[in-house]
């Protein structure tokens, strides 16, 4: 219980409160999309710019870690892509873009802040390794495969779906903040104080701005039949994910407990608001993927509360 409320509760409260204001109509839409920008475009880029720039590259980056978390993740997308097929009859791209939902997890809005109010910001490491090739790889095989399924017989390869979408991939700012991060940190290039400075205002803003926008954001997508699909997302995301992330993490590569701690808990986070933005994009699945952010983050407060249970 102690987790629940010293933990995951204050996060909660926080998207709580931005879902209730714009629930009341005491925040337009277009006030809920400013604050998403800022958080998105500016202020979370500057968060992993600062990260990245810092992390120890050599400790950080546990092949342990990155397979437990990320097999977890393909092993989620599989299901959930085999599933939407074969039990709910939904067409290719359908069926993509609900794989997508089981893939991609909201490794940073909410796994960033869970772990560090449960195990301290020195905890974080991980979670970082494993965010800065999130989205560059998750964006890049979600819209290679999307792009496969839909231009199948056209005569177009997937090497040129490949590097047309990484191309755009590389364009966002959050991806651009996680590259200038490498490039800081590799290089040993030395910035000024007052640059410090400015970078710690702007990231310290980053995950309260992010998270009450979230809570705008989640008021958009009410539950809309397809309970099925939804319910399966649901339990990929945040029971089969982590539990794979575990398995392999505590008895396949012994992983150390902090590398451990940041695995099953970014693997136990609820599909983020990209997971829809994928499927509005291709038109695919919006609805159950629209739902299934909802449901499954108000569902993760429960099973988060499990996971950190069984951690050490």
Not at 34 to 46: D, E, I, Y
Not at 213 to 227: A, I, K, N, Q, T
Request: glycine fraction near 12%.
């Amino acid at each position: 219980m102690t987790a629940l409320i010293d933990v995951i509760l204050p996060v909660f409260l926080v998207i709580g409160f931005g879902y209730a204001v714009a629930w009341r109509g005491l925040f337009s839409e277009s006030a809920v999309d400013g604050v998403m920008r800022f958080a998105q475009s500016f202020a979370v880029p500057v968060l992993l710019f600062r990260s990245i720039a810092k992390l120890d590259l050599g400790s950080s980056y546990d092949p342990g870690l990155m397979i437990s978390f990320y097999a977890g993740a393909f092993a989620a997308f599989g299901l959930g892509l085999a599933g939407a097929r074969l039990l709910f009859g939904r067409s290719g791209p359908d069926a993509v873009a609900i794989g997508f939902c089981c893939l991609f997890s909201n490794s940073l809005l909410l796994g960033i802040p869970i772990t560090e109010r449960a195990y301290g910001a020195s905890a974080l490491a991980g979670n970082f390794a494993i965010i800065s090739i999130h989205s560059p790889l998750l964006y890049t095989f979600g819209i290679t495969l999307m792009e496969g399924v839909r231009s199948h017989g056209s005569g177009t390869t997937l090497g040129r779906v490949a590097v047309n979408a990484l191309s755009g991939i590389l364009r966002t700012p959050m991806v651009i903040g996680i590259l200038l991060g490498f490039m800081v940190n590799l290089t040993g290039l030395t910035l000024h104080g007052s640059i410090w400075a400015a970078v710690d205002m702007m990231a310290s803003a980053a995950l309260p701005t992010a998270l009450f926008g979230l809570g705008g954001v989640l008021f958009r997508y009410r539950p809309e039949g397809d309970m099925k699909a939804i319910g399966m997302v649901t339990v990929l995301s945040l029971i089969v994910h982590p539990a794979v992330a575990y398995g392999l993490g505590r008895w396949g590569f012994g992983l150390e407990t902090a590398a451990l701690r940041s695995a099953v808990v970014t693997a136990a986070m609820a599909p983020g608001v990209n997971a829809y933005l994928f499927a509005n994009m291709y038109g695919a699945a919006r609805r159950v993927a629209a739902s299934s952010v909802l449901i499954a983050t108000a569902a993760s407060i429960f099973t988060v509360w499990g996971w950190l249970a069984i951690l050490p």
